[in-house]
């Protein structure tokens, strides 16, 4: 452990020799902070701080193995924690999901773990491959977290989308069933670059709506660019991302302010699943994200069905016609407004 504290190298032992962290283990740092490890890629930190202002925050990266640039963020936030060159205010738990995929640079191995929250992951034939297995490690994780302290909970789940966007960051705002969607939070995203945010209207498996349903945190799904291979994104494109992320876990009370009438509001008006082997989505490939349509537009195909564009402006967001039968394939969206705002 003296080595891990000296050189931060978490995600790369966790990645390279797991086997070193088969067994739970914990330690504190010289600043007080109290590290502990359940498994690779599961780090939690708890300063030695006031209880009743802490506030208990989970990052998570590497959901999807290939969406590097959060990883290397929360990469990066991880070292300077264990060398004690950044210094906490809060509870923070780190999340590297889908250790296998980032080392083929794919999606995942055998199966989108971001469709296996909320308890997706044992039904239908159960805890059948790793992906399944980790989403149930990490619901744990995230669980077990939240249960160790009373201060407020946030989840970021921090992405790259697969393709180009109208609108490059954006966050995905989960269902909030009866509660009100937050401006302070959305004062964060705007401090990340984060300026476009997409409600959605229905329950899902993503892990971002597990931790908003369950634990009753401010959860998100947050789409910081487009995939890049490790080492060749521009980290300057997510210098705004980082420095919020920072200040949040190490300052007493990050409060940014928003106007929001700034910002860029959508809400989901269809969900489009592949029931058939034939679907097709009817624009190219690269066609970025948020890319609208007029009414009547043809936007996919497959036997027996056509969807088109309900509205002028319907934009699309997600779309991916390799999706597996059954799973969503593509979303689309048209703008809204938030006008009834919590604190």
Do not use: W
């Not at 891990?4 to 504190?28: A, D, W």
């Not at 490059?168 to 069933?177: D, G, I, R, T």
């Not at 060749?232 to 302010?257: C, G, H, V, W, Y």
């Amino acid at each position: 452990m003296q080595a891990l504290i000296e050189n931060g190298n978490f995600l790369s032992l966790s990645r390279r020799s797991p086997e070193t962290f088969s067994n739970s283990t914990e330690f504190t740092l010289n600043n007080g902070t109290h590290v502990e490890i359940s498994a690779p890629g599961i780090i939690s930190f708890f300063p030695k701080r006031n209880a009743d202002k802490v506030k208990q925050i989970v990052l998570s990266c590497g959901v999807h193995g290939n969406e590097t640039a959060p990883i290397e963020i929360c990469d990066e936030l991880v070292q300077k924690i264990l060398k004690g060159e950044l210094v906490l205010a809060h509870n923070v738990l780190f999340l590297f999901g889908n250790l296998p995929a980032m080392d083929i640079a794919e999606r995942f191995v055998e199966e989108n773990m971001n469709r296996l929250f909320s308890g997706a992951h044992s039904q239908g034939e159960g805890l059948i491959n790793q992906e399944r297995v980790r989403a149930k490690q990490l619901e744990d994780a995230v669980a077990g977290f939240y249960a160790r302290g009373e201060g407020t909970r946030y989840h970021y789940d921090l992405h790259t989308a697969i393709r180009a966007s109208k609108n490059e960051k954006f966050a995905v705002y989960p269902f909030l069933h009866e509660r009100k969607h937050s401006k302070g939070q959305l004062a964060f995203l705007a401090a990340c670059g984060v300026r476009t945010i997409l409600l959605s209207e229905s329950a899902t498996t993503t892990f971002s709506y597990y931790s908003s349903y369950q634990h009753n945190a401010h959860a998100f799904t947050v789409e910081l660019g487009k995939v890049r291979p490790f080492g060749e994104n521009d980290m300057s494109r997510f210098a705004d991302a980082k420095k919020a992320i920072t200040s949040l876990i190490s300052q007493d009370d990050f409060t940014p302010e928003i106007d929001t009438e700034t910002l860029d509001i959508y809400r989901v008006n269809q969900v489009i699943n592949r029931h058939e082997e034939d679907f097709q989505l009817h624009f190219d490939d690269d066609t970025p994200n948020f890319m609208d349509y007029a009414k009547g537009t043809i936007l996919a195909s497959e036997a027996g069905a056509e969807y088109v564009a309900q509205q002028d402006g319907e934009a699309i967001v997600f779309p991916n016609a390799k999706v597996a039968i059954g799973q969503r394939a593509l979303l689309t969206v048209v703008p809204t407004t938030l006008d009834d705002l919590d604190v």
